[in-house]
């Protein structure tokens, strides 16, 4: 028996495939020739795969049609008596600004395929065709969508019957990879397609896919911590000598990217449009804990541990130091002594990205930003700020309201950010680029009491204190000594309490209270795959 069967949840089903009749009304072309007695036997196979044709042999006759009854898309010959096609094609978006026109012509010059391509035509064809070549143009643009759905939730639901039946299985940290990224390639996928019940059904894994990963990160990361040479995934603390270093032994030059808070999810949403630019390379590495900005982005930059970069810098980070942007003042510096550990004594630039004019300064002055040697390093603090924002507007928490919409949202910043410009600037001047993240985020549905005295802190997804503990010990992983995950020491005793799942801390005495005003937020510094497996991609001019 599967382990859908066992917990009774059926796989998911599959969209039926069927004809363009079958699945919906028969769809319409208007086919404008002035030659169109010669192209019955193509409308007559059209007709008999499906579609409804109708002829017009000039384009006034063509626009009369159009006002007439909608059509799907139109078939449009070039070089007719009267308008030439490019003239009706004009005139038919006016009418019907988003149908889909396909020119069909005998020109092959070069200048009629560059107008058409210039007037934005879907899609050219150079008589004589065929009326399979036809039926090919015609089901791409009609029906393409349709049959890429299809075809996607085919292989969904076989690969979803795998991913049952392999759940149950312990992974290592490779496996792991390789399971979130798969989730997380079949979540954006399935929700750009509209499978949104199938999507539901990939959701439903979540609860027990964090549920093993906070039991195997449990024993796994003070493993990884106690011994660094034995086998583990890269860290935060690997990123700069594992990934950066190569680049500058390389080349004269390189660009490092941070972009605070992202997702593998998000990344996947921005990384087609790094496309006509780079060849770009993914690998990830793992967030150190807690996932949290003074913690994490410190260790990336200082190839340092907290507690190592407490003892090594006790005026930045020593006794009394807050988890607040004070501890991330200093990551210039960091990077700076970390790559002249490593051997490498290159400039380095550094700019920290935090607001909308900080954005548009380093618009106006990207050439300069880029350094001619050395390493250029850009912290974007964009998804960070949004993720965080939520939780204080009603109007941002609506427009970013769960994991597709803050996708998409951060796409659209993506598009016109200062980032793409550097990016831009980068592939001109053929310099490669290392782009990561710190840490990720999750979205938080699931409040969990704990208990703490005084002297614990007040993050949500994270807790130092003497006597800190959860109510339901599967809400959170507690570990008692702070050597355990080379944190500073806080006092003579002090335990670490991250939240696993989708649980954020709540206090007995203020249960109401914090539940209204965070349920539904992104937050970060537990152990969820989402916080903790990042990208790191190399990109490559092209």
Known sequence: MSSAAARGRSAPAATAPGSPGAAAARKAILWVDDEAELLESHCIFLRESGYDVECATNADDAVELLRRRPFD??????????????????????????????????SEEDATLTEAIGANIRDYLVKPISPRQVLAVIRRILDGPRIRQQALARRFVERFRAIELDRTLPL????????????????????????????????????????????????????????????RPPLSVDVVGEFLLPLLQRDRSAVFVVVDCLRLDQWLAIQPLLAPLFDVEVTHHFSILPTATPYSRNALFSGLFPGEIAARFPDWWGPGARDDESLNSHERELLDAHLTELGHSAPVRYHKISTAAESDELDRRVHGAIGPEGVSAFVFNFVDLLTHGRSESAILYEVARDEIALRQLTRQWFQRSALLSVLKEAARRRIS????????????????????????????????GEDVRAERPEQALLFPSEEQLRLPRRGLGGNTLLAAGDSFFVYPTKLREYQSRYRGSFLHGGVTPEEMILPVALLTPR
Not at 73 to 101: C, S, T
Not at 179 to 188: A, K, S
Not at 438 to 461: E, M, W, Y
Request: glycine fraction near 6%; proline fraction near 4%.
């Open 433 to 464: 680029v290392l782009l990561t993240s710190d840490h990720g985020s999750i979205l938080c549905q699931t409040p969990a009491t704990v208990f703490a005295k005084r002297d614990a802190t007040a993050n949500l997804r994270y807790k130092f």
């Open 172 to 231: 290592d940290w490779r496996e792991w990879v390789e399971r979130f990224g798969e989730y997380t390639y079949w979540d954006v996928e399935l929700a750009g397609a509209g499978e949104m019940g199938l999507h539901e059904s990939l959701r439903g894994l979540y609860a027990d896919m964090h549920r093993e990963f906070a039991a195997y990160m449990y024993t796994a990361y003070p493993a990884w911590l106690r011994n660094l040479e034995a086998d």
């Open 73 to 106: 898309v139109i078939l449009l010959d070039e070089q007719m008596p009267g308008k030439r096609g490019l003239e009706a094609y004009h005139e038919f978006r006016e009418l019907e600004p988003n149908i889909p026109v396909v020119m069909v012509t005998k």
